[in-house]
Each structure stands twice: as C-alpha cells, then as structure tokens.
C-alpha cells in the first residue's frame, strides 16, 4: 500500500514555549480511513493542523508522499495534494456557493479549477442548484458537503477532517460518513478527528488515541472497539456507551 | 441651501468614500487601525503634483477638456500617483508592518503607524515645503443646477470618477479569483490559507488597492482644494468615521459611510456652527460603535 502521509515525533503548539504535541507519530496510506481519538485537550485538532501548516512544528517531520513537507505553508501544501476540512468555519459564509468553490480552486490553474466547479456541480446537485447563494443560507450538513467538495476541488490524496460530523443530526452524520468511505474508495487517504468516537472507529479502517499530546493507543480500528480499556481511560465510557 | 449643502456632502463624501476603502480593507485583512493611510492621500496628490509639473514643464498634452481646469496631464497623474503611491505602501508593508507583524502585537502595528504618519508627513513638508500649491491656475466658473445649486466642472469629473472606480473595483471584488480571494481572507485568512489562497499576495493587493483608492481621493482632492502636507491628516478623522461606519472590509460600506460623513458634515453647518463641523465625524464614530460595532455593512460575530 502506498503511503502518503508520515508524521513523525511531532511537537507543536500555539506558542512556542507551550507545546501542545509532545512527540506524537502517525502515518496514512492510500484508500485508508484512519480515525483520531482522545479526550479534550489531547491534541487531536493540533495535529491535523500541524499537518496542515496551520500549526508550526517545532520538531519533527512531516513527510508526503516520501517528501519532507515540515513548515511547508498551508497554501502550498493546498497544491500539493493536502486538504484540510476544519471543525467550524469551514466554508466562507459570505462569499456564494460558486466563490467558496473558486477559492478552493485557487492553487489550480484557472480553466482547471472551473472545469473541477463543474464536476462538483455534477457529483452534488445540491450545491449547483444553490450556486448563486450565500453560503451563510446552508444547513449544517450542507455546509460540511461544501467545505468537503471545495477541498475536494484540487483532488487531493490526502483529506484531513476536524470533527465533521459535529452538529449534524444522526441521519446527515451518516450520510456524511458515507461520503467519507467514497472518498477512499476514489482513492484518497483520509485522516478524521472525531468525537462520535464508536461510529467512527466502525466506518474506519486504523485509528490512533491520544492523550495529553502523546500517543497511547494505536491499531485496527474494529480491535480498538473491542478495547475496554480505551472507552474507559481515552472516551470517559465504554466503548458500546459512547454514542 | 439645503440642496447646495447636500451637493457639497455628496463631493466631499465621494473623496471621503475613496479613500477610506484602502482604510477599510487594512482594518479587515491585515487587522489594525493604520493611521498612517491618510499620509497616501497626501502622497498621492504630491506625486499627481509631481506628474503635472514635469508634463507641463515638457510642453503639456495640449490644453484643457472643455469646461474642466485639465487635461491629460491630470488624467495620467492620476495612474502615475496611483501607482507610486501603491509602490511607497508596498515599501511600508515590506520594511515595516509585515516585519512587525511577526513579532509583535496589534496595538503595536497601530503605535507603529502613527510613527509612520508622521514621518511620512514631515517628509512631504522637508521636499516640497508648507505653502498651499495649485494643480492648475486655470480659473474656474460654477455651473448652475436646477435647485439654484452650484458645482465646478472638476466637482462632477470627480463624482464621475468615484463612481467608475468603485464600479471597477466592485466587478473585480466579484469577478475575479484575486478579488474573491481577497474576500475569502477578510472572512478567514486560514480557512483562505488551506483552501491554496496565497494571503502573503493578497496583503500586497490590500495595500496596492488601499493604496491606489488614496492616491485617486489625494489627487481629486488636491484639484478641488489645494495642495497642503496636512492634506491627508485633515481627512483621518472623516476616514476613520467612513471605514468604521460602512463596516470593516466592506467595499460598499466604506463608499456608503464616506457618502453619509461628507452629507453629515455639511449638511450639520445648517444646524450648528461651522466651528464644530469637524467633530461631526467623531460622533459618527462614537453613534455607530454604540448602536451597530460592526457598522452598517459589517457581519455581526
């Protein structure tokens, strides 16, 4: 399997003197769901970001596709195959549905990103009936299928998701998950921070659990729904409690 | 009177509108109050002023439009103000808020500005001294509208000219991918940063646009009054009430707001006297921080 993501003795943080990370480790390859636990304050969010380029590394490295990434800036990163899906705020309410999809394209060469507009249009009907409105008009879900189809719009190989599924209803959870198990299966690697922890170890495939900015606790993710242990120490509940 | 002091609101609010789009957009995306833009202003009109006098020096481009007291000239004075001044702010953002912003706080990027407000202001005095200076000698007449109310010629080319640049820049907010770039990192820069969106190229727009809009209100101003080094400083207050009132990097606002301070201050000298016309602004400022802190077209967090 092709392994597109490495992070490796990661320590970061909002303020230097203040790591939030302190050494944590994790890879992702191609067509897996790979699934981020721990309780609050763990560094979940952190690490996606640091990833990202949001967050800056002061030590370690990140590698894409064999290549070392560490520091790279977020909007190269964009270019370079890694989207990222933030918690909330993840669509620019006062720009239209067209313009958040513009904005996504922005790494792409102009005819290119229009061409990708069009495709999202025809893969979500949704959003091209809308294309005109504020994005502010979306539902909740809505808006998570917009912030997913605006990253979408550079066909990255690697998606990184903070807590998608936050706010949305069981049913629009759901679907949005399955939206997730698509991606893979058009060949991107996905790297999820979520709370709805017991649904998201079952759709899957690795998870790793966090806490206190290091890791504790990694493998399949069905043999991590089975572990007691982590729904009692990691999830404040058994696993079968946590909805 | 009251149509005569309206036309007059709605001139000076136009220049007011102009200018305080660049103030607008540095208070949203780069997110301090720079109170050194109204010294672009000044410097817009010094280096129109710079532009005319080499031209006229050359022999001109011929004489002027019909009633208006320019001719080419002032036309290209105008392109080559905005462009040095945009060149002069990107110099600022280079050598000192890009690097301050690194280190440092927002508050000290606002000290900072005033820094360079004053630098910039005793500049123009040391160059080009304190008298009042003339674009043109050219003698003007009023024209006479309906309502008994009194414009010069300049005074339309320059509601005219306001207009077409906040049309131009309006489609290029909407139209093209650096516009609605620029919107996306108003919004969320690191939402913008994720999505490809370069927000280093996107400060430098803010500050070329910001400083362009300055240059054009500088010179338009400079051409209906006269050249002076306080020029700009005398605006900051009128630009600061317009940025504030429309809303935080709204295009549109900052237009509406400069409108309805230039309208507030002469219209105010029917009621009050002239004396206090200045501090109209200021409880301008202070209503709409009370009653509406995002301003009129500002997204409410």
Redesign the interface.
């Known amino acids: 399997m092709t392994r597109r993501l490495t992070a490796t003795d990661i320590v970061a943080g909002y303020r230097p003197d203040l790591p939030i990370l302190h050494g944590v480790s994790a890879h992702l390859d191609a067509g897996e769901v790979v699934t981020i636990i721990g309780p609050n304050g763990a560094g979940k969010s952190t690490l996606i970001k640091s990833i990202a380029g949001l967050v800056k590394i002061t030590s370690g490295i990140v590698e894409i596709d064999g290549a070392d990434r560490t520091g790279t800036p977020a909007h190269l990163l964009a270019g370079a195959g890694v989207a990222y899906v933030p918690q909330t705020g993840n669509v620019f309410t006062t720009l239209t549905i067209r313009e958040n999809l513009i904005v996504g394209g922005a790494a792409l060469p102009k005819a290119e990103a229009l061409a990708q507009i069009d495709r999202i249009f025809d893969q979500y009907p949704m959003l091209a009936t809308k294309q005109s409105e504020k994005a502010r008009v979306l539902s909740g879900g809505e808006r998570q299928i917009l912030a997913i189809a605006r990253a979408l719009l550079t066909s990255p190989k690697i998606i990184l998701l903070d807590e998608p599924t936050a706010g949305l209803s069981p049913m629009a959870a759901s679907e949005l998950f399955d939206l997730v198990r698509g991606l893979v299966a058009d060949g991107a690697a996905v790297l999820m921070v979520e709370q709805n922890a017991k649904a998201a170890l079952k759709m899957s495939d690795r998870a790793y659990v966090l806490a206190e900015g290091e890791n504790r606790i990694d493998g399949v993710a069905s043999d991590l729904l089975e572990n007691d242990e982590i729904g009692r120490i990691f999830l404040g509940a058994r696993p079968e409690d946590v909805t | 009177m009251i149509l005569q002091h309206t036309a007059d609101g709605i001139l000076s609010g136009a220049i007011i509108g102009l200018g305080a789009i660049g103030l607008s957009f540095t208070m949203k995306i780069l997110r301090f109050a720079n109170f050194s833009h109204s010294e672009l202003l000044t410097w817009g009109a010094y280096f129109g002023l710079i532009f005319v006098s080499v031209a006229t020096a050359m022999g001109g481009f011929g004489g002027t439009f019909g009633p208006l007291s320019f001719g080419w000239p002032l036309i290209l004075a105008l392109v080559f103000a905005a462009v040095a001044t945009s060149v002069l702010a990107l110099l600022l953002h280079h050598l000192i808020f890009e690097r301050l912003a690194k280190v440092t706080g927002h508050m000290t990027m606002v000290f900072a500005s005033f820094g360079v407000a004053l630098l910039l202001r005793n500049a123009v005095l040391l160059i080009f001294g304190a008298d009042p200076i003339y674009y043109s000698n050219t003698l003007q007449f009023a024209v006479l509208l309906p309502g008994n109310v009194r414009v010069l010629p300049d005074q339309v080319f320059l509601l005219a000219l306001t207009i077409v640049v906040v049309i131009a820049l309006h489609l290029f907010m909407t139209r093209s991918?650096t516009g609605?770039?620029m919107?996306?990192t108003?919004?969320?820069p690191?939402?913008?940063?994720?999505?490809?969106?370069?927000?280093n190229n996107v400060v430098r727009w803010v500050w070329v646009i910001g400083a362009s809009g300055a240059a054009v209100a500088g010179v338009l101003y400079g051409l209906t009054v006269q050249l002076r080094p306080e020029l700009g400083f005398a605006l900051i207050l009128p630009l600061f009430a317009a940025a504030i009132l429309g809303g935080a990097g709204s295009l549109y606002g900052a237009v509406i707001g400069g409108l309805i301070v230039g309208l507030s201050e002469n219209l105010s000298v029917m009621i009050i006297p002239t004396t206090y016309k200045p501090a109209v602004p200021f409880l301008l400022i202070l209503a709409i921080l009370y009653f509406r802190p995002q301003g009129l077209f500002g997204?409410k967090k």
Do not use: F, Q, T, Y
């Open positions: 991918r609605i770039a919107r996306a108003a919004e969320s690191d939402l913008a940063r994720v999505s490809g969106v370069n927000v997204e």
